[in-house]
């Protein structure tokens, strides 16, 4: 069956390079601008900026998912060593738990817009100073995994299957 799939690249990925990142960085921009879109229209009562919210929102819920298939797929591939199993693990955990959260936020958002599409609650708000934070912390976790434990990096993979990373 193995025969059948593609070769591992010096990435250890059978595509050319990464596709997690990539989609996951619309996921941030479009949650962190959807946050940021609720904020300035609330404080400016400027309902428009509700609807670019909603549509960010929406785009992202489904864009998180995407990124959770690739980001699962690349984390089998990478052939984690020890040290940094736990940061993988948190990450991917993590995104999973994003992705629900995401997903009752824009469920939610679509009840308040629904009900009102001008008005929007300071309690949505402060949920999204919550979201931006744990946005921000799986990004660092991300970060580390790319540029501290070098997660599909040539050396990180060369070094892996030379055995001197255990």
């Known amino acids: ?14 595509y050319p390079d990464t596709i997690h990142p990539i989609v996951v960085h619309f996921v941030i921009a479009m949650v962190l601008f959807a946050v940021l879109c609720d904020a300035i229209g609330y404080f400016t009562r400027n309902p428009r900026l509700y609807e670019v919210s909603w549509w960010n929102f929406f785009f992202a819920t489904i864009s998180i998912f995407i990124a ?4 699962q797929i690349e984390a089998g591939l990478a052939e984690p060593y020890a040290s940094v199993e736990k940061t993988l693990n948190l990450h991917s955990l993590l995104g999973w738990a994003l992705s629900g959260i995401i997903t009752a936020i824009t469920g939610w958002r679509y009840v308040v817009r629904l009900r009102d599409p001008k008005e929007l609650p300071v309690a949505f708000l402060g949920v999204g100073v919550l979201l931006t934070g744990l946005v921000f912390f799986q990004v660092y976790l991300g970060d580390l995994l790319v540029w501290v434990y070098g ?13 001197s990373l255990q």
């Open 1 to 14: 069956m193995l025969e059948y799939l593609p070769p591992l690249n010096d990435h250890n990925l059978p």
């Open 68 to 71: 959770i298939i690739f980001g």
């Open 151 to 163: 997660l599909h990096t040539v050396p990180v993979v060369e070094a892996f299957r030379e055995g």
